[in-house]
């Protein structure tokens, strides 16, 4: 058979999950036509992960996890090295990530290569066999950006960078050569300021892609455990829709209040802990703030939270967590555990302070007094505290955050209380 015949050939349709991946469809070929039609991604791409026409500048690919956006940057990249468009600027969250899923991924550079057009990746450089090099970045160090000079980039979960605006700002220099520089922005999104830049640009071409879409190529027991579970919530619009969620009308904290510190310097520094009722993979996260005071306000300087995890791991990240920062004592919560919460912490260091605390009201009403003081700009946040953040904009009045329980909230309004709310901070007006 040939290629060309490959190419045409009708997809079976498969009664529960649509037509045949092209993986199903290679596999029941000889290997010789299995690969071509593998590797013919024009034959099977949907069309939301193909390049959009026009003048554009920015392409923006919002879509769910698992709707396709690894492999649709991936194979973009391929397409600018089969041009001999380059060099390729190839940015991620952190150099691991970028190197693990943009380059080394099930669905990244390498894997969509044919042999004999595969590049090689040398340090952090991928090389073509035609010649075309591509750098992989980090958004976490904007500074890198400075020098280099490059025709096209691929920018992976932009919003999830720690200091997106910065590393964007400062990759759109080196963004110069060529007669027509783009860049490609794949992401599941958030509400985040340059996600919210970038839609507004004109010279941005958006495109959204569900996760449903793709389930062709998505195992069966994801889809229903997961796609299934979520599916019409609003982190499931999110998280699989590719929808961009702004904050909940009613919510105590709204993106807009936070903001970085002005001046680093602290005084007084808490570590908080709210504890899960158990310790084991399934249990509610062990929320691991830490704050520090500064005038009449605060600064939030780390999310230190652990998942599902026994409480002697816990206590070791929040010892940890006291040290790094010099911290003054470890506020924990003690209603669930009692003395055992406390107990723990002094089996990792006995010579830690503990401060410990008890609530007496819900969720919410201890959650005001916070907002009120976030209202009044007095709370300000590193970079990097996006987990925290999302948590707080979900946070609904029956104390839920997307229907699991608020650890981080909670860890975060005990850190706050403890530096200005007891008895030496700001009063908040009505409360």
Not at 151 to 159: K, L, M, N, P, V
Not at 184 to 189: D, I, R, Y
Not at 275 to 302: F, K
Request: include cysteine; proline fraction near 7%; hydrophobic fraction near 45%.
């Amino acid at each position: 058979m040939s290629n060309s015949e490959i190419a045409e050939a009708p997809a079976p349709d498969d009664e529960l999950h649509g037509p045949a991946s092209p993986q199903e469809l290679a596999w029941s070929k000889s290997d010789p036509d299995a690969e071509a039609l593998y590797f013919n991604w024009q034959k099977w791409a949907l069309d939301k992960q193909r390049p959009p026409a026009g003048d554009w500048t920015t392409w923006l690919l919002l879509g769910g996890r698992g709707a396709g956006k690894t492999r649709a940057g991936a194979e973009w990249v391929r397409s600018l090295a089969a041009r001999r468009i380059g060099p390729i600027a190839l940015v991620g969250e952190t150099m691991t990530e970028a190197v693990s899923i943009m380059v080394r991924g099930e669905s990244g550079i390498l894997g969509v290569h044919p042999d004999e057009q595969r590049p090689v990746l040398k340090g952090h450089t991928l090389i073509w066999p035609n010649g075309v090099e591509a750098m992989v970045m980090s958004a976490s160090d904007p500074d890198r950006f400075r020098g280099p000079q490059f025709a096209a980039a691929w920018c992976d979960e932009i919003a999830k960078w720690p200091r997106a605006e910065e590393a964007w700002d400062m990759l759109q220099f080196g963004l110069r050569l060529g007669d027509r520089p783009q860049q490609l922005a794949t992401t599941t999104p958030r509400p985040t300021r340059l996600l919210k830049r970038l839609l507004a640009d004109r010279n941005t071409e958006v495109r959204h892609i569900r996760t449903d879409e793709n389930k062709a190529h998505l195992a069966p027991m994801f889809l229903d455990a997961v796609v299934g579970r979520y599916r019409g919530t609003v982190l499931g619009r999110q998280e699989l829709d590719g929808e961009l969620i702004e904050d909940l009308p009613d919510a105590l904290w709204q993106r807009a209040m936070f903001h970085p510190p002005a001046d680093p310097a602290v005084e007084r520094i808490v570590v908080a802990v709210d504890p899960p009722v158990t310790g084991h993979a399934s249990s509610d996260a062990c929320g691991i703030i830490v704050a520090g005071r500064q005038g009449e306000g605060a600064v939030v300087l780390e999310d230190a939270t652990l998942a599902g995890v026994l409480p002697l791991i816990w206590a070791r990240r929040a010892v940890a967590a006291f040290h790094a920062h010099q911290a003054d004592a470890i506020v924990v919560e003690v209603n669930q555990g009692g003395d055992l919460v406390t107990a723990v912490i002094a089996q990792v260091d006995a010579d830690v302070p503990v401060r410990p605390v008890r609530a007496n009201r819900g969720k919410w009403l201890r959650a005001e007094p916070v907002a009120a003081l976030y209202g009044r700009g007095l709370i300000r946040h590193v970079a990097g505290l996006s987990a925290l953040e999302d948590e707080m904009c979900s946070f609904g009045r029956d104390g839920r955050s997307e229907g699991h329980s608020p650890d981080r909230v909670d860890a975060l309004v005990w850190a706050i209380s403890e530096l200005l709310l007891n008895g030496d901070g700001p009063r908040v007006r009505g409360l």
